[in-house]
C-alpha cells in the first residue's frame, strides 16, 4: 500500500530533478503520514540520489519524520510565545514521560511525538495539541495528568471490542 | 601567469588559481581543515583566512581567486587572531581526548591548537558524547571527535561515488551519519578507509585489532603467523621518519620475527598465486564462451560495491579470492599439513593496507570447518604501532626473508600493490598461457601510472584483448555502464577501489598524499626492473605448491580452497 502511495506521487514527477527533492518528500509525508525507508529508497532511485543524501537533507528541515505516527499524535508548540512561557520544561516532560524524542514515537506504536513552530495558539501559551485537542497554560506537572488520560484510553482501546 | 604580493614577497600567480594554490607553489604555508586537493573548496572552516588589502574582512584562500595585483598578507595579526578563535571555537566541545587518542601526534587539530599556542579555554561548550559506532568490521565513528569539516562525506560522495554517509541534521545537532541514523554495517559503505585517510581528526579510524595479535602472541598454545601485503613494504617506512617510497621488505620481516610471529609469510606469493588461477580463468572464459569482460576480484570494497550498487555483474567478478584470502586458506590447510599442526591452534594474521580487508576475512565464505582463514588484519598503520610499542629500532635490525613455503614471489606479484599491478601480471601470464611464450616486453606501460582510467588493445597471440585498469572506486560505473549499453570490446577490467591501489590504501600511513602515492608506486616499478623473476608463472614455488598439492590451477583443490562466489546485497543506497 504505502508503495502505492510512493508511486503516485512519482507519477506526478516524471522527469523530476534533483530541485523536486523537497517537494516529493512533502508529498509523500502528507499522503503516508511519514517517510519510511522504502519511500526514501525509491525516490532516491527516481532522482538518481543516494539515501544518505536525502535523509541528511530531509533532516536538515525540522518538518519530516521517517516512523508512522502514533495512535495519539502530539504536537508542542515551540514558538515565541510558548517558548517564553516555559514550553521548553514542556517538550521535555513529555519526552520524559513517553521516553520518545521530537519525531519519534512510542515502540507500542500508541504514541509519536512532534515540535511544531507556531500553531497560532499564543494566548494559551505553553500549548500541546493532542490529535486536534488543545491543552492550554501548561507546566510540567500536569502533562503527566493529560498524557495519563491518553494512556488509559489506549488501555481501553486495546481491551474494548472495536 | 602574474605577480601578487604576499607578505612584502613579489610570487608568481596564474589567472583562475585560488589564493591558497598561489601560496603553496611558493612554499607559504596557510592551515587548511576542510581544504581537499583536486576537489572543489568548500570554504567550510575557514581557517585558511588571509587579508587581502584593500577588501573588507578576512578572505578565505582556498576558494578565492587570484587577481593581479593583489596584496595579501597570511599572518597579520587580524588573520592569526580569527585562525585562533576558530580553533577555540572548534575545542570548546571537543573531548580533549589526546592523551587516549589513536590520532596522539598526528591530528590537524591537536597540530593547530599547538601550532597556535592554544592554552586556555576561552568558550566553554558541553562536551560532544556521540555515539561511537563499532559495528563496522572496518571503521570506527566517534562522533565526538568529529569537527564537521565535511572531507569524509566529500571523499565518499564525489571520489568514491558511495556516498554512505552525510550531514544529518542541522544547527548544533548535526552530525556525520549513514541514511536513517543507521550503523555503518548496515549501511552502503564499504569499508575503503578511504574517510579515514581524509579525516583531520580522530572521529574515523580503523577498528583495531591489535589486542587481539598482542594476546595472541602472548598465548603459548597459538602458533601465531603473519603475512604482508605487496604495498605494506613500500609505505610503512614513512611511519618511522624514512624517506617515502623506500621498500623495508627485508627490515620489516626482521621486525615481525623479533615481535614473535613464528612464520612470515609474503602475500606476492598469493597474488603470483592468484595470477596462475585468474590468468586460466579468463583464458578458460574466453575459450569457452564465459562471461566477458572478467573483472578482478581482490579489491574487497570493489566487491561489496558490485554486490549493492551492480549486482548484476557479479557473473563477471573473478571466482578467485583475493591473495590474503588464498594465503589464509592455504596456511590452514596445506601449511598446516605439513607441518602437522592442527589448524585451529593457528592464529593467522595479516598485514594490508587496507581496511575493507578486515571485513573481506569475515566474510562468512572465508573458512572451513567453523576456522576462519584469517584471525586478524591489521593495517599499515597498526602494524606500524605494534613495532613501536615493541620499542623495535629499524637502525638496528638486519633484514631476513619471508619463511617458506610462502615466501618467494616474482615481482608481478608484488606489482599487486598498486593500480594495474594485477592487470600487468595478468597479462604476462595470459601471454604465456596462450602462445607458449613470453611477451616481448613484459612492462605494460599503457596500465601503469595513477590515471582513475587506463585502457589498452593488448595483442595474445592472434587475440586481441581488450582491457581496462580502474583505480578510485568512483570511476567504475563510468565503464560498467558503458558495458550496460553494450559495450564489447572488453575481456578483463581490473579495478582497485581505492584512488591509486593499494598504495594508497585506507591503512596507509595518515600522511597519504599525491607525492607520496607516487613515490610508493615507483618503489613497486623499481623492484620490477631491477630483479629477475618477473613472471607469476615463473615462481617455482608456485610450481611446487601446485606439483604437490593443487595440482592444476582451476583444478579440484583450487576450488574448494582458492575460488569463492558472492551475493547480491540488501543495503540502503
Ligand atoms: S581528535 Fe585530535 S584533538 Fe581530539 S582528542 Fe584526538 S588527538 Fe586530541
Ligand atoms: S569507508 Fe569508504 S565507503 Fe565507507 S564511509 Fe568511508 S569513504 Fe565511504
Ligand atoms: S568525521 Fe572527520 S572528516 Fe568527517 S566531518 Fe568529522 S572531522 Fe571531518
Redesign the interface.
Known amino acids: 500500500m504505502s508503495d502505492d502511495i510512493v508511486n503516485k506521487v512519482l507519477e506526478q514527477h516524471p522527469d523530476a530533478r534533483r530541485d523536486s527533492l523537497i517537494p516529493i518528500l512533502q508529498e509523500v509525508q502528507e499522503r503516508q503520514g511519514y517517510l519510511s525507508k522504502n519511500a526514501v529508497v525509491k525516490i532516491g532511485r527516481h532522482l538518481r540520489l543516494p539515501a544518505s543524501k536525502i535523509y541528511g537533507v530531509a533532516t536538515f528541515y525540522n518538518q519530516f519524520r521517517f516512523q508512522r505516527t502514533g495512535k495519539f499524535h502530539i504536537l508542542v508548540c515551540r514558538g515565541t510565545a510558548c517558548h517564553v512561557r516555559g514550553s521548553a520544561s514542556v517538550l521535555a516532560a513529555v519526552e520524559k514521560e513517553l521516553k520518545i524524542k521530537a519525531g519519534e514515537t512510542s515502540k507500542d506504536g500508541v504514541f509519536s511525538l512532534e515540535v511544531v513552530a507556531c500553531m497560532g495558539a499564543c494566548g494559551l501559551a505553553p500549548v500541546i495539541c493532542i490529535n486536534g485537542e488543545f491543552y492550554a497554560n501548561l507546566e510540567f506537572g500536569k502533562v503527566r495528568e493529560i498524557l495519563d488520560i491518553y494512556k488509559k484510553k489506549a488501555e481501553e482501546g486495546k481491551a474494548g471490542p472495536q | 601567469m602574474f605577480e601578487i604580493e604576499v607578505n612584502g614577497r613579489i610570487i608568481d600567480a596564474s589567472p583562475g588559481e585560488t589564493i591558497l594554490s598561489a601560496l603553496k607553489r611558493a612554499g607559504i604555508r596557510v592551515p587548511t581543515l576542510c581544504h581537499m586537493n583536486d576537489l572543489m573548496p568548500s570554504g567550510a572552516c575557514r581557517i585558511c583566512v588571509v587579508e587581502v588589502e584593500g577588501m573588507r574582512g578576512l578572505i578565505p584562500s582556498c576558494s578565492y581567486p587570484v587577481q593581479e595585483g593583489m596584496k595579501i598578507k597570511t599572518n597579520s595579526a587580524k588573520a592569526i587572531q580569527a585562525r585562533k578563535t576558530i580553533i577555540e571555537l572548534l575545542l570548546a566541545n571537543h573531548p580533549d581526548d589526546c592523551l587516549y587518542c589513536v590520532r596522539n601526534g598526528n591530528c590537524k587539530l591537536q597540530g593547530l591548537a599547538e601550532e597556535y599556542g592554544i592554552r586556555e579555554r576561552h568558550f566553554t561548550g558541553k562536551k560532544s558524547r556521540g555515539n561511537i559506532d563499532i559495528t563496522s568490521p572496518s571503521i570506527v565513528r566517534d562522533q565526538s571527535k568529529c569537527i564537521l569539516c565535511g572531507k569524509c562525506v566529500r571523499i565518499c560522495?564525489e571520489v568514491q561515488r558511495?556516498?554512505?554517509?552525510?550531514?544529518?541534521?542541522?544547527g548544533s545537532k548535526t552530525v556525520i551519519a549513514?541514511?536513517?541514523?543507521n550503523n555503518l554495517n548496515v549501511?552502503?559503505c564499504i569499508n575503503c578507509g578511504q574517510c579515514v585517510l581524509a579525516c583531520p581528526t580522530g572521529a574515523l579510524r580503523e577498528k583495531s585489532y591489535l589486542r587481539e595479535v598482542s594476546e595472541a602472541l602472548a598465548d603459548p598454545e597459538k602458533i601465531v603467523v603473519v603475512q604482508h601485503a605487496p604495498a605494506v613494504s613500500v609505505s610503512i617506512a614513512e611511519e618511522f621518519g624514512i624517506k617515502p617510497g623506500t621498500d623495508i621488505a627485508g627490515m620489516m620481516v626482521a621486525a615481525f620475527k623479533r615481535l614473535g610471529f613464528k612464520k612470515v609469510f609474503d602475500t606476492s606469493y598469493t597474488a603470483d598465486l592468484t595470477i596462475m588461477e585468474e590468468a586460466s580463468e579468463l583464458v578458460h572464459r574466453v575459450k569457452t564462451g564465459g562471461v566477458l569482460p572478467m573483472m578482478t576480484s581482490c579489491s574487497p570494497g570493489w566487491i561489496k560495491y558490485v554486490e549493492q550498487f551492480y549486482p548484476e555483474f557479479i557473473d563477471n567478478l573473478s571466482t578467485c579470492k583475493s591473495p590474503q584470502q588464498m594465503m589464509g586458506a592455504l596456511i590452514k590447510s596445506y601449511f598446516a599439513e605439513k607441518e602437522g599442526i592442527d589448524p585451529a591452534k593457528i592464529f593467522s594474521v595479516s598485514v594490508m593496507p587496507c581496511t575493507a580487508k578486515k571485513f573481506e576475512a569475515g566474510r562468512p565464505e572465508m573458512g572451513r570447518n567453523n576456522i576462519f582463514d584469517i584471525d586478524a588484519v591489521l593495517t599499515t598503520r597498526e602494524m606500524a604501532r605494534m613495532i613501536k610499542m615493541h620499542g623495535i629500532d629499524f637502525n638496528s635490525v638486519v633484514p631476513e626473508e619471508a619463511d617458506l613455503p610462502f615466501g618467494t614471489r616474482s615481482t608481478a606479484g608484488k606489482l599487486f600493490g598498486g593500480t594495474g599491478g594485477v592487470m600487468e601480471a595478468a597479462l604476462r601470464t595470459a601471454h604465456f598461457l596462450i602462445t607458449g611464450k613470453e611477451m616481448k616486453s613484459l612492462k605494460v606501460e599503457q596500465v601503469r601510472g595513477l590515471d582513475g582510467v587506463k585502457e589498452a588493445k593488448i595483442k595474445v597471440g592472434d587475440l586481441q584483448v581488450g582491457v581496462a585498469v580502474i583505480s578510485g572506486v568512483g570511476n567504475a560505473s563510468k565503464i560498467l555502464e558503458q558495458l550496460k549499453e553494450g559495450r564489447k570490446d572488453l575481456h578483463f577490467i581490473e579495478v582497485m577501489t581505492c584512488p591509486g591501489g593499494c598504495v594508497a590504501g585506507g591503512g596507509q600511513p595518515i600522511e597519504t598524499d599525491k607525492e607520496k602515492i607516487k613515490t610508493r608506486l615507483q618503489a613497486l616499478y623499481t623492484i620490477d626492473q631491477t630483479e629477475t623473476l618477473r613472471t607469476s608463472h615463473a615462481n617455482k614455488a608456485v610450481q611446487e605448491l601446485y606439483k604437490e598439492y593443487l595440482k592444476e590451477p582451476l583444478g579440484e583443490k583450487s576450488h574448494e580452497l582458492l575460488h569463492t562466489h558472492y551475493t547480491k546485497r540488501d543495503v540502503?543506497?
Open positions: 560522495e558511495v556516498s554512505a554517509i552525510d550531514f544529518v541534521g542541522r549513514p541514511a536513517f541514523n549501511s552502503s540502503l543506497v
